[in-house]
């Protein structure tokens, strides 16, 4: 599905700001693999998903996705095939526009980008998509999300994402910024969508729990490496105590402070 081949990024080249956030990541990733991603604050996680989704260019290496080079494909032809879901929920609708005009934008995304219009067929469907987030928005098409709550604006955003049809998910910290009960339900209905759609997908979370119970992998990450790649064998005896422990026998520090990996 992906393939990472020996992909670095270094900002600021040549400069005093230089700043190599990933040095040399391999990284095959299969169809329907859910891999779950840990690493301390500046680790480089939402870097690598900035090179994967083609917001920035890699500096050396390769990206693979099913088979095919798209190491110099741009960011919007990216996006046909990969979703990405953001820890502020603010960033992935458009706030001044209305829940139905912000599905049918998704919807035709997911249609290679043809417009489609909006009729009382797509009303319906949107309605009976919407009815999956048990939020009552099904009841709100023509309400502008920038009404809605953080929590209900991060389910649509999942919803959208998932409308536009793509094969990989993205998602960094996307419940992180929720209260503990929101979080629950956009988590849930993450699960539901990657099961239903057969999605492949890729979780920051600095929740060391979810990175556990969720997924088939976990990867660590920890000064632009990924240090530690467990399988779904390895995770099944985890528990967040040996992570930690994990953690920082690879750094070697015993100074390292639980809170490098917890912090939220
Ligand atoms: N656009 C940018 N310009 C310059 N430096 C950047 C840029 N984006 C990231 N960096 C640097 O690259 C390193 C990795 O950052 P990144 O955002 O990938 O970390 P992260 O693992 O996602 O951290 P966090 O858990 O805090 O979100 C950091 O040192 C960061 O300052
Ligand atoms: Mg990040």
Redesign the pocket.
Known sequence: MLRIDQVSKV??PGTVNE?T?LEDINLTVSRGDFITVV??????????FNLISGTYPVTGGKLLIEGKDVTSTPEYRRAFTIGRIFQDPTKGTAAKMSIEDNLITAYSKGMKGLRISLNAEKRELFRKELKQLSMGLEARLKDNVGLLSGGQRQALTLLMTVLSRPKMLLLD?HTAALDPRNAQIVMDLTMQFIDKYELTALM?T?NMQHAIDFGNRLLM?DEGKIILDLSAEEKKSLTVPKLVKLFKSIKKKDYVSDEDLLTE
């Open positions: 900002f600021y700043k956030a690493g301390s604050n500046g680790s480089g996680k939402s870097t690598l910290e920051v600095h990450m």
